[in-house]
Structure formats: C-alpha cells, structure tokens
C-alpha cells in the first residue's frame, strides 16, 4: 500500500481524512484506487479527458511527475505521493 | 568637484573597471545611485555541501544586493516598466501583493525616485520584512496568512478596481519581471559561468526560472532548469476549490525541466549545513534550493550547477530558524509563511 497525502482543499470530499492508503504501482493506478474509494474527487483531480487537472500537481518523493512520466511514474509501497493545488508562490 | 566617474552613465562606467568577465564586474564598484548597484552579485562555488565530486556546484548569492534579495533586480525592472508606459501619474500610489522581498525593493527604489508604495502582504510573514516595508516607507495592508499569497494577489487586484490611484505592476503577470532576470542575472551567470549545465531556483513568480531559463538555453540549448517550491503547511491551504488554484501569467510549466517539492523543515535541514559548512547565512528558500541542488549534483554523472539563493538569513532571525527543534516543532515550522 502506498500513502497519498490529500491537501485540505480536498479532504471533505476524501472523508476528512489526510492520508488515504492505496494500491498501484503507478501514479495512474494510485489516483484511480484513490478515485474509487472516493469517486467525488474525479471531477476535481482529472479534466474529462483522462489528463490531470491543470490545478493539480502530484508529486512522487517530492518530485512533480509531469516532469517524470506523468501518470505512469512508478511508485513503490514506501514512495510519498503528496497531491496538491496549485497556488502562488511568494516573494 | 564632480570626478569624470559620477557623469557616466551605468556601461560607460563599466568600461573603466578593471574586470575578467565580458562586460560585468564581480561585486563592488561604483555606482551613481543605490538603485544602479543592484545586481552584479557574486557566484561562490560551495564545495562542501555538494555530494558529488564530479560536479561543481555554485551559489549565486542575491542577498548581496541593497536590499537583500535577488527581488530588487525585479522591482527595478517593474517600476522602469511603469515609467516607460505612463502610468504613473502625480497622485499614484504603487501597489503590490507580495509576501515581502519584492515590496522590500520597491520600496527602496520608490523612495529614491519619490513615489508612493502600498503592498499587500499575508498577515503571517515574518516581522523583519514588515519592519523593512515601513521603514523604506511602504503602507503595508494585509491579507489573511491562511490564504498565502493567493490572497495578497485576490486583494491588491480588488484595491486596484476599487480606487483608480491604485497602479500594480504585478509581477506575476509582467514580463518586466522575466525580463530583469533575462538581461541582468542570466547575463551574469553567463559571464562567470558559462559552463553551466543546470540552473536551480525557487518557484515563486516563476520570473526568475522563466527569464534565466530562457537567456541560458539561447547560450546553451542543452542547459536544464529546475524549480525547488515550497510545500505549505497545513494553515497556508486555504483554498476552498481548486478552481482557486493559481498559476502565474509569466510561468510556463514546460519551459522548466523539473520541479522539486520542500517542506520547510526539510529546506531549514540545508539551510543549517550552508552556514555551517560553507558560511553562507541565507534566507529558507535558499535551503529548498540547496536541497534541490544537492539531489541533482546526485543524480549527474559530472557537470556543473548554479542555484540561485534569492535573500540572505537576517529577516528570518525572529523565527529562531538557526536554533529550533526541528523534530520537536516540525507541525509549527511548515506551517510558517517563509517564502
């Protein structure tokens, strides 16, 4: 099982919880096991065709995966998947 | 008696300095004004906190610029922009969202120049860069922390539609912002540098990775850019949608390589090890961008980095950085607005 940490903007729609445990062994097959634990959450993490929601990065030990292989960036049962909106940065 | 130096202008007075590096000097000078010695700063290879011993890793260090950060290269570039347009009328007021390095330097720069400056900042930012704001004589507003700079952005945007007095450079959608990076720090790093085969710097604005980014693969199609960002903490989420989501106008996903994610404690962890092993006293986004570095100069073979350490330690010293438990009070430091 492989953690995803859920960002508060999306918890009430991922029972509240900060980390959801899922099976997979790449990005794709993590979020679709997140998905069916908590369907809701499609609409905001996918746009209707399949591809990741502008507004959402997800990150594989600390690495955004549309830099890697996209969805198909492996993960393995001690990676961290984090999720996480897009937001300002400072300065 | 005015000296033949005071009369030229910023390239006239280069000419007479005695430097190795085409067309720019290592830091020092002189300078006909506060505003003319921004940028220039120097790049200091950091031997002992590179893992690598085939890869050279150099800081370039922008908390020497006049008012700490690599922020003041912006503000110049933002309040020319203004000026050039004609914007600025008698009664303007500047205003900006910023969470304190960009404000920092516009106002230094507005109040040699005798404009009026308004920022707006997250009300959690640390006090050293409030003191510095009003101290150049900044009117700060604020904005709620838990909003992070998404809220400095949605409120200067409302101010600005509210009162017509309100002018916004916006670095966050103008390419002024870019640019300054594009023909001042780019062109630095070229200069001293001009075997760089990666670049690693903070996401913010994206103006710095956009700008270097783009004047660096002119000189060197191969070269790869790399973004270290922070991972906020719990309190600075408060996003009720995605749709509130924010990705600035200037920033272009695909024109970086990759980005690396940092929590605070982990960027604070680099952070302490540049101060104790190279001497280097630097603000927390640096210690990101070391981590980032670090993990880079691990994966290449050979070559050489440059990451880019945006502001210097002293505005974070009333968050007790250099001192904390980082284990005991991990919750409360990633929760901190440090960027």
Known sequence: MTAVRIPPVLRAQAGNQKKVEVTGTTVGEALESLLEQFPSLREQVFTQDGSLNRFVNV????????????????????DEVILRPAMAGGR | MTSTTDRLSGPEIDALRPHAHGGHVRHGGRFPSIVDAIGFTP??????VCPNPNVRLYAKLEFMNPTGSVKDRV????????????????DSIIIEPTSGNTGIGLAMIARRKGYRVAVVVPDNVTMERRQLLSLF?????????????????????????KDPRFVMPYQYGNPANPRAHEETTAEEIIADCPEVD???????????????????RRHNP???????????????????SLDEGFIPEIFDPTAIDGKFLVSNTDAIEALRELTDKEGIFAGVSCGAVMVAAK?????????????????GGW??????????????DEDEIDSLNLW
């Open chain 2, 75 to 90: 503000a110049k570039y933002l309040i020319e922009d203004l000026e050039a347009s004609g914007r600025l009328a008698p």
């Open chain 2, 295 to 311: 993990q880079l100069a691990r994966e290449m073979e050979r070559g050489t980095i440059v990451a880019l350490l945006a502001d």
């Open chain 2, 198 to 216: 990666a670049f690693v710097a903070g996401l913010g604005t994206g103006g710095t990775l956009m700008g270097v980014g783009r004047r660096l």
């Open chain 2, 137 to 161: 004589g900044a009117e700060v507003i604020d904005s709620p922390g838990h909003l992070g700079s998404n809220g400095a952005v949605a409120m200067a945007k409302h101010l600005v539609q």
């Open chain 2, 43 to 48: 790049l200091v290879e950091v031997p002992n």
């Open chain 1, 59 to 78: 990150y594989v030990n600390g690495r955004d995966v549309r830099y890697e292989q996209e969805l198909a960036t492996p993960v393995g049962e001690s």
């Open chain 2, 315 to 328: 505005k974070y010293l009333s968050e007790d950085i250099w001192t904390r438990d980082l284990e005991t």
């Open chain 2, 222 to 240: 191969g070269v790869r850019i790399y973004a270290a960002e922070p991972l906020p903490g719990e309190k600075v989420q408060g996003l009720r």
